[in-house]
């Protein structure tokens, strides 16, 4: 019986991979979790959404239930819970994203005006509204 050499094809090159030089030395290349494209997709289907029928029917919901006004509150002293007045430019935030897409429950949204959006989603997410222009 004849023996073949065993193959041991890119065991080398592997081996030269790790720096003996600098064990300190950061690996090249994008951090790990670090997906642009990814990203890129999550962005385009959200703003497919915003404008969808599906979506236009929700808010409009959102809205009348809210009677059409924000419903940003905050505690006014003893007498209580005071909600901010504004009744026009209203957005509809998603509280949660767990039903995004067209099965969103009453209580995953909330009626805003556009600063209480804008003050909300400051303290939600603070990272992603830095690289804004125009940030408030
Ligand atoms: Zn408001």
Not at 56 to 82: D, L
Not at 113 to 118: A, G, L, Y
Request: net charge positive.
């Amino acid at each position: 019986m004849k023996r073949t050499p065993l193959k041991r094809t890119g065991f080398k090159k592997r081996k030269a991979k790790l720096s003996v030089k600098d064990p300190w030395k950061k690996p090249r290349g994008k951090p790990l979790g670090h997906n642009p494209r990814r990203k890129k997709e999550r962005r385009a289907r959200y703003a497919k959404y915003m404008q969808s029928a599906e979506w236009k029917v929700i808010r409009i919901a959102a809205i009348e239930r809210a009677g059409h006004q924000c419903e940003y509150t905050k505690a006014n002293g003893e007498s209580g819970i005071m909600r901010c007045p504004v009744r026009h430019y209203l957005t509809v935030h998603h509280k949660t994203y767990a039903r995004f897409g067209g099965s969103e429950l009453p209580e995953d949204l909330q009626v805003l005006c556009k600063p209480h959006h804008e003050e909300i989603e400051m303290l939600n997410h603070p990272t992603r509204h830095t690289n804004r222009k125009h940030a408030a």
